[in-house]
């Protein structure tokens, strides 16, 4: 394919997918044969949901992909039914390049409220536990397995997680990060997929996606329970001493 002819069906090919993310109707597609003019066939109208993007677009052209996209996807997705009772979705926060990523198992009433992850008491208890290893919460990416709060903050559904996880494994993907450290037994059964206790999750080694992964108790739980405040401290130092590359 010459130059001219490459350039154009590049134009193309952006102009389509920018007609896809504001899900219009696709009425056209791209062919292309080695040495020939790019040119368009009809192709059957198919209607683009925000909750059908994430794969698709994830599938075709991933360099394309980032963070800022994963959240505006997050907030627009309509995939399961929490879509329905939520006030805001909470995509995550943190840098691009954060070396430590915290997965929780999914907002609360102070979360939905505010649009942003662990902003409650158990917020502040995270803060407090990612000072106390001398690193700053602006320094780390957090997020949950679902984006959306579950009513009454029940546990997710398996229905509801399965809708989420896409934006989760994307969030890793582009994260790239060092170190994983979950938060309650539910996210890190869901991302390692072992239905064990946090007693021996925490005890073992993980790795997800070649990344360290070390399941901890949840802040909120920890405001039940104090006695889990000793293996919390014993849990965020290997954590930080894995971001050091000790471990």
Same mark, same amino acid.
């Given at each position: 394919?010459?130059?001219? $002819? ?14 896809? #993310? ?9 062919? &292309? ?6 040119? &368009? ?18 599938? /075709?052209?991933?360099?394309? #992909?980032?963070?800022?996209? %994963? ?6 997705? &309509?995939?399961?039914?929490? *879509? ?20 929780? /198992? ?6 939905? !409220? ?12 995270? &803060? ?15 997020? $949950?397995? %679902? ?15 399965? !809708?989420?996880?896409?934006f989760l494994e994307r969030q890793v @993907? ?11 037994? *539910? ?17 073992? @080694? *993980? ?17 039940? $329970? ?7 401290? /014993? ?5 930080? @001493?894995?971001? #050091?590359?000790? #471990?």
């Amino acid at each position: 394919m010459s130059g001219s $002819n490459a350039e154009a069906v590049s134009t193309l090919r952006r102009y389509l997918q920018q007609r896809l #993310d504001t899900g219009e109707k696709m009425a056209l597609r791209v062919r &292309t044969q080695p040495g020939a003019v790019a040119k &368009t066939e009809p192709a059957a109208s198919v209607t683009t949901s925000p909750a059908a993007i994430p794969q698709q677009h994830l599938a /075709e052209s991933p360099q394309d #992909d980032s963070l800022a996209r %994963v959240a505006a996807e997050v907030r627009a997705c &309509t995939a399961c039914r929490l *879509h329905a009772t939520r006030t805001n979705a909470v995509p995550g926060v943190g840098p691009d390049g954060a070396a430590l990523l915290f997965v929780g /198992e999914g907002p609360g009433a102070d979360e939905d !409220a505010k649009g942003e992850p662990f902003v409650g008491r158990a917020g502040q208890l995270l &803060t407090k536990i990612i000072e106390s290893v001398q690193m700053k919460r602006e320094d780390v990416f957090i997020t $949950n397995i %679902v984006k959306c709060r579950p009513p009454g903050n029940r546990d997710p559904e398996p229905d509801e997680i399965a !809708a989420c996880r896409p934006f989760l494994e994307r969030q890793v @993907r582009l994260l790239q990060p060092r170190v994983i450290c979950t938060l309650g037994r *539910h996210a890190a059964s869901t991302l390692l997929g072992k239905q064990e206790s946090m007693a021996r999750l925490r005890t073992e @080694r *993980h790795t997800y996606a070649e990344i360290p992964v070390f399941p901890t108790y949840h802040p909120a739980a920890l405001l039940r $329970n104090p006695q889990w405040k000793r293996p919390v401290w /014993e849990d965020i130092q290997k954590v930080r @001493r894995a971001c #050091d590359g000790a #471990d």
